[in-house]
């Protein structure tokens, strides 16, 4: 990347800093909650996102949330996961955000998330942003100011 100052950096948009869609894990509405627990655990992720079958952006779910759910009295209730559907746990209160927003807003909320996701028209799922990803732009441009 040119250098620029550190005030352009942040009003460039994340459209280049994107993981795209077909490289982030996730399930579909329907799903069991077995399904979802094999890929979270499958690719170490401990969130991902819910889309449908048009892939548009529903919610994300956690391997915590799985297993508050599954948590009887005294075990973790493993043979509950096929009946109970994704949809049923995931969150829907998600914090997503537009390939035209900036930098600046994505910083802004990567404080509080450990991604984002990204959409366009209609909610549908472009990909996520991730703190990793803003951490490496960061570090890049502060050592650039540093030459
Ligand atoms: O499998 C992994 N591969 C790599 N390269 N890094 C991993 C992996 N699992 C975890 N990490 C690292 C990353 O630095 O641990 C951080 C926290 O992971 P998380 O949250 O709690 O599972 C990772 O930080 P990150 O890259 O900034 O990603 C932040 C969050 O974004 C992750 C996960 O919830 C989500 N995520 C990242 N890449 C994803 C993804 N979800 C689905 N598919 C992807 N490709």
Same mark, same amino acid.
């Given at each position: 990347?040119?250098?620029?100052?550190?005030?352009?950096?942040?009003?460039? $948009?994340?459209?280049?800093? =994107?993981? $795209?869609?077909? *490289?982030v894990?996730?399930?579909?509405? &329907?799903?069991?909650?077995?399904?979802?627990?094999?890929v979270?655990?499958?690719?170490?992720?401990?969130?991902?996102?819910?889309?449908?079958?048009?892939?548009?952006m529903?919610?994300?779910?956690?391997?915590?949330?799985?297993?508050?759910? =599954?948590? &009887?009295?005294?075990?973790?209730?493993y043979?509950?996961?096929?009946?109970? *559907?994704?949809?049923?746990v995931?969150?829907?209160?998600?914090?997503? =955000?537009?390939?035209?927003?900036?930098?600046?807003?994505?910083?802004?909320?990567?404080?509080?998330?450990?991604?984002?996701?990204?959409?366009?028209?209609?909610?549908?799922?472009? &990909?996520?942003?991730?703190?990793?990803?803003?951490? *490496?732009?960061? *570090?890049?441009?502060?050592?650039?100011?540093?030459?």
């Amino acid at each position: 990347m040119l250098s620029v100052s550190s005030r352009d950096f942040l009003k460039l $948009p994340i459209k280049e800093f =994107i993981i $795209p869609s077909e *490289k982030v894990a996730h399930v579909q509405l &329907g799903n069991n909650t077995e399904h979802a627990l094999l890929v979270l655990t499958k690719t170490g992720y401990s969130s991902i996102p819910v889309l449908d079958m048009r892939y548009r952006m529903h919610g994300m779910i956690s391997v915590q949330q799985i297993t508050d759910e =599954i948590l &009887g009295l005294d075990r973790i209730e493993y043979e509950r996961l096929d009946s109970i *559907k994704v949809d049923e746990v995931m969150t829907r209160d998600f914090v997503k =955000i537009n390939e035209r927003d900036t930098f600046q807003r994505a910083l802004d909320l990567l404080i509080n998330h450990p991604y984002v996701c990204v959409v366009g028209d209609e909610d549908t799922f472009l &990909g996520i942003m991730t703190r990793r990803v803003v951490m *490496k732009q960061l *570090k890049k441009q502060l050592y650039l100011s540093l030459d």
